[in-house]
């Protein structure tokens, strides 16, 4: 089955504690991404990746780091988290051509409370 | 930047009312893609449809409509005979051509009571 897998879907953890919350999609995507979920905020990007080792800045990327060593996994990175980063995670993939080029797929989603 | 207006925070309607959804983009780029998504109470995200900027006819998929209106950047999205199950938030996204971040709005959480 096609489908972007992320984990853990839920976390509780504390300030400072690093933690990684994995990404990984079985399509042969070229472009991921991570988006950050608020309510009245809708959902903001975090980083974006055309391939592999490319990697760049969304909208937030304050607190957060990513790497694309392979193209099928995207994780996302906190070093020092902090509670401002209490949210729902999504990660999403794509085609970046050809027919269905850009139509997201989307994780199920993980939600990170720190503490 | 690119921008989107989604004016209507939440909706509630009755079952088998009409609704429309309204969005409202801002970008910099003469072309460029335009979706939606859904993300129904269990919180999955879920395609509904994308659109290219050249192509300014209105498509209909069942129930569901979107009307695009280049001149005033807006692509509106209709349920047609509203169904509990379409309980959901909405969000439109555009995203120009040679970007590479998409930009989501706000969301629309639409109640449909039975």
């Known amino acids: 089955e096609a489908q972007v897998t992320q984990n853990p879907r839920y976390l509780i953890t504390v300030t400072g504690k690093k933690l990684t919350v994995t990404c990984s999609q079985n399509?042969?995507?070229?472009?991921m991404s991570w988006y950050r979920q608020d309510p009245g905020l809708g959902l903001r990007q975090i980083y974006y990746?055309?391939?592999?080792?490319?990697?760049d800045k969304g909208d937030v990327p304050e607190g957060y780091k990513v790497s694309r060593k392979e193209k099928r996994n995207f994780p996302l990175i906190l070093e020092s988290p902090s509670p401002n980063q209490t949210s729902l995670y999504f990660c999403a993939s794509s085609l970046w051509g050809g027919e269905g080029a850009n139509v997201l797929t989307f994780g199920a989603g993980s939600r990170l409370t720190v503490l | 930047a690119q921008k989107v207006t989604q004016a209507q925070t939440e909706i509630s309607v009755v079952e088998k009312e009409d609704v429309t959804l309204d969005c409202v983009y801002e970008t910099r780029d003469t072309t460029y893609y335009l979706f939606w998504y859904k993300q129904p109470p269990s919180g999955e995200l879920v395609f509904l449809i994308r659109r290219n900027s050249f192509d300014e006819q209105n498509e209909i998929s069942g129930r569901y409509s979107w009307n695009f209106q280049k001149s005033t950047s807006s692509f509106n999205f209709t349920i047609t005979a509203s169904q509990v199950v379409d309980s959901a938030v909405y969000f439109c996204a555009p995203r120009d051509n040679y970007g590479q971040n998409f930009v989501f709005g706000p969301g629309t959480r639409l109640s449909v009571l039975p």
């Open positions: 399509m042969n995507h070229e472009y």
């Open positions: 990746s055309m391939n592999v080792e490319v990697t």
